[in-house]
């Protein structure tokens, strides 16, 4: 039941996801952090298999490093989600990874930016997106809430609804979420919204 979306306002770009480990009717952990920080300036968000979610989202960090390595400047946030899409679709006509993306970015001359890249190698630039069963609800409240011009207060308070309504609405529904924000200063991770805390683990 997961649950990834995002949104770009007036400078910036945001993107929230679910952070609960499942399998089958297990819940593994509640605080599995499932939006990468790409570079300064970058986040991907994904959803799907775990194994292929982790190995697929570092694997294209470690090649953005690589590139601004070797190149001396970084891969633009257009340019990432083009990266991103052609190993998607190399992968799928020989060992498919089961990966859905939404990378954020910001570029002092483009501004901030919003990419939908899904396991079958789909790319669109949007201004919101969502995957999981939770995009049902978030992307109708953001359909009727979103604004291009939203201040990030607005944006927090728009993900909050969304957070909300999936929690409300959608019958095992992931208690926890992270929210991260990308624009001028940097990508960041901005706040967590638990209801759900993991239990410590005893020493003993």
Known sequence: MECVFGMVGNGFALVVADSS?????????????????LDSHKLMGASGEAGDRAQFT??????VALYQFRNGIPLTTAATANFTRGELATALRKNPYMVNIILGGYEKETGPSLYYIDYIATLHKVDKAAFGYGSYFSLAMMDRHY???MSVEEAIDLADKCIMEIRSRLVVAPPNFVIKIVDKDGAREYAWRESVKDAPVSNS
Request: proline share 0%.
């Open 21 to 37: 480990a499942v399998h089958s009717i297990l819940v593994h952990k509640s605080n599995e952090d499932k939006i990468m920080i």
């Open 58 to 63: 570092e694997y294209v960090q470690k090649n």
């Open 147 to 149: 604004r291009k011009d």
